[in-house]
């Protein structure tokens, strides 16, 4: 049996969290040596004498498996810290889950992505700039990474699916639970268009001490965290903190002064998060981070910093998007284009002028190509 799937068992065990796992690796006991384990031998590894118990009596290779085929019959996947499909920026940081259960495309929670959070009882001012901050980070090619929560949360989901973006729900239950209970369908949505994560087994309902590790997990999955609309005891304060541990932005939308629900995003403008009253105040920061994104009638759209009237749109053909996406990872010499692309110079130059035409390609000396 695979290190993986005696991460995903151990993970599965009630009582049993991170830290837990944490020991249990550090003791060496991710092996199936751990099935024969006396209750003493795991008491080592610095469980509590009743999970030690339990672990003893009961956590073997068939346990393990029943417990894979339920989640499967769920319609559930998992994948776990060790595997290559574990979202890279998430990896990163100081806890990463051991295992995330998920439905929907995995592949979402690698895509550059920003952390929309914000109270859940909020103003029409806060609810109307959720929408609009989503579909235009939406249209700019950023995914929108929030908790499924009433409020902010639900209207930042709604419109990145509204605007055909990508959209991931980060749930502080097992994804048979969820919760809010009138988020059903929203839920249900986001795992067929998008993606719900969450690092808790099936079964584990709702809990209050389960949002704030949550919350963790929408800040490490993303470049930032915008906060929409806070009040200064909001849980999205708990996200804005877990960025900022993970060395990430923090982005805030300014409110009223007279409103409640605006000081804690006003306080964290203070502290020096960044002030946002549009897209292009975060699309800013991540311009090289942004995918080509495909353009429903024709060709590719590149979405970049316009002069102060929104995103500027630049129309790319397929083979300038494939360059583009190639010097995205330089610069590079004429030479390693040609190696790279396996195209002939004259085509090579040709769509390289092009680029350089449209401004989103420039040559330096010594014929040395970048993205500008």
């Known amino acids: 049996m695979e290190t993986r799937d005696l991460l995903f068992g151990l993970n599965e065990v009630e009582g049993i969290g991170w830290k837990s796992i944490d020991r249990i690796r550090q003791a060496g006991f991710l092996t199936e040596q751990a099935f024969v384990c006396s209750p003493e031998e795991w008491q080592k590894a610095g469980l509590p004498a009743k999970i030690a118990q339990r672990l003893a009596e009961s956590f073997d290779a068939e346990w393990i498996h029943k417990r894979r085929h339920l989640m499967e019959e769920s319609g559930v996947a998992m994948v776990t810290v060790l595997d290559e499909q574990y979202p890279p920026l998430l990896k990163e940081t100081a806890q990463p889950p051991w295992v995330l259960y998920y439905r929907g495309s995995l592949e979402y929670a690698s895509r550059p992505a920003i952390a929309m959070v914000g109270t859940r009882v909020p103003t029409a001012y806060g609810r109307k700039v959720g929408e609009m901050l989503s579909e235009q980070l939406s249209t700019a090619g950023l995914a929108v990474v929030s908790g499924l929560a009433r409020g902010i949360d639900s209207v930042c989901h709604e419109a990145a699916l509204a605007c055909g973006g990508i959209t991931v729900a980060v749930v502080a239950t097992g994804l ?21 994560l969450s690092e808790y087994p099936l079964g584990t309902p709702s809990h209050p001490g389960l949002f704030p590790q949550r919350n963790r997990i929408i800040a490490g999955l993303t470049l930032g965290t915008l906060v929409v609309e806070a009040d200064s005891r909001s849980g999205s304060l708990i996200t804005a903190d877990a960025a900022l541990e993970a060395g990430r932005d923090v982005f805030a939308v300014p409110g ?10 006003l306080d964290l403008i203070k502290q020096g998060a960044k002030l946002v009253t549009s897209a292009e105040d975060i699309v800013e920061e991540y311009i090289s981070f942004i995918p080509v994104k495909a353009d429903r009638e024709s060709g590719n759209t590149l979405f970049e910093q316009g002069n102060g009237n ?16 190639i010097l995205h990872q330089g610069p590079f010499s004429l030479d390693e284009l040609l190696f790279r692309t396996r195209w002939d110079f004259g085509h090579l130059h040709s769509v390289l002028l092009s680029l350089i035409i449209k401004k989103v390609v420039t040559q330096l000396p010594g014929a040395i190509y970048k993205v500008i």
Request: glycine share 6%.
């Open 176 to 196: 048979d639970k969820v919760y809010p209970p009138e988020n059903r369908e929203l839920e249900r949505e986001i795992s067929q268009k998008g993606l719900v």
């Open 256 to 265: 009223p002064v007279t409103s409640p629900k605006s000081r804690g995003a």
């Open 310 to 325: 929104g995103l500027t749109e630049k129309k790319l053909t397929s083979e300038e998007s494939h360059l583009y996406h």
